[in-house]
């Protein structure tokens, strides 16, 4: 079993950057895929970034292509998204989750384990 904590939520102005970490207990995490989701009030949950068990590879949603990176350090057991030139659509809840597999997975029904999620707002 696998637990996720995120952490680096906070407010920002647009244009601004956050790092969030996604901590995971357990001592093979480096087995599991990894996926960035965020959740706006009245809206679907949708993934915004995902990492394979390696960090050989990675997918980005088009929204946040060229402004977010994905990665992790397996040793330290954590996945990071940074998050560059943000804007106000922006605002959301940022969960991190986790499954085994070997390859990157972009909808929520394909993850087992979830954090508790950590809000970012990004002031206009």
């Known amino acids: 079993q696998v637990q996720l904590v995120e952490s680096g939520g906070g407010l920002v102005q647009a244009g601004g950057s956050l790092r969030l970490s996604c901590a995971a207990s357990g001592r093979t995490f480096s087995r599991y895929a990894v996926g960035w989701f965020r959740q706006a009030p009245g809206k679907e949950r949708e993934c915004v970034a995902a990492i394979t068990w390696s960090g050989g590879s990675t997918y980005y949603a088009d929204s946040v292509k060229g402004r977010f990176t994905v990665s992790r350090d397996n040793a330290k057991n954590t996945v990071y998204l940074r998050m560059n030139s943000l804007k106000p659509e922006d605002t959301a809840v940022y969960y991190c989750?986790?499954?085994?597999?070997?390859?990157?997975?972009?909808?929520?029904?394909?993850?087992?384990?979830w954090g508790q999620g950590t809000q970012v707002t990004v002031s206009s």
């Open positions: 989750a986790a499954r085994e597999g070997v390859g990157t997975y972009s909808y929520p029904a394909q993850y087992i384990y």
